[in-house]
């Protein structure tokens, strides 16, 4: 018999054998994954007003989530944490930072950051909703 179950978490256990599945297949094929979860945290006086959620795989930078507080948006404390990111993995061989956003969200400050629309899988449904798929390369010649 085949059970197909949905749980808002896997246990530790689960994970675990998922993760060492995971290297294993991917070592056979000689590719090292060099997965990491990691977050900057900008703060004001000792404040948090700024936070980015990410994780690094493979030679990409992928940024999950990214917030400001309400209060200090508009004041380019956006603009310092991307360019953290930027500047922590510049010529440690990390190709790329991939991020996907909502029309709703922050389109345009991605923009304004350098990074590239990849492509747009628009939403029919609510057009708030479409997401924008964006990549900044690292120029590294």
């Not at 991307?82 to 709703?104: E, M, Q, R, S, Y």
């Amino acid at each position: 018999m085949i059970i197909i179950e949905y749980v808002d978490k896997v246990t530790a256990d689960l994970n675990e054998k998922m993760e060492q599945g995971l290297l294993e297949y991917e070592t056979s094929h000689g590719i090292d994954v060099n997965y990491k979860r990691f977050s900057l945290v900008l703060k004001k006086d000792h404040d948090v007003v700024g936070i980015i959620n990410a994780f690094h795989s493979y030679n990409s930078i992928h940024i999950e989530d990214m917030w400001v507080d309400s209060a200090q948006r508009g004041k380019g404390y956006g603009r310092k944490l991307i360019k953290a990111l930027g500047d922590h993995f510049k010529g440690k061989g990390v190709n790329n930072i991939n991020l996907v956003t909502c029309a709703f969200q922050a389109p345009d400050f991605y923009r304004k950051c350098g990074f590239k629309e990849e492509f747009v899988r628009a939403n029919q449904q609510n057009p708030k909703l479409t997401m924008i798929f964006f990549v900044k390369f690292f120029d590294e010649h």
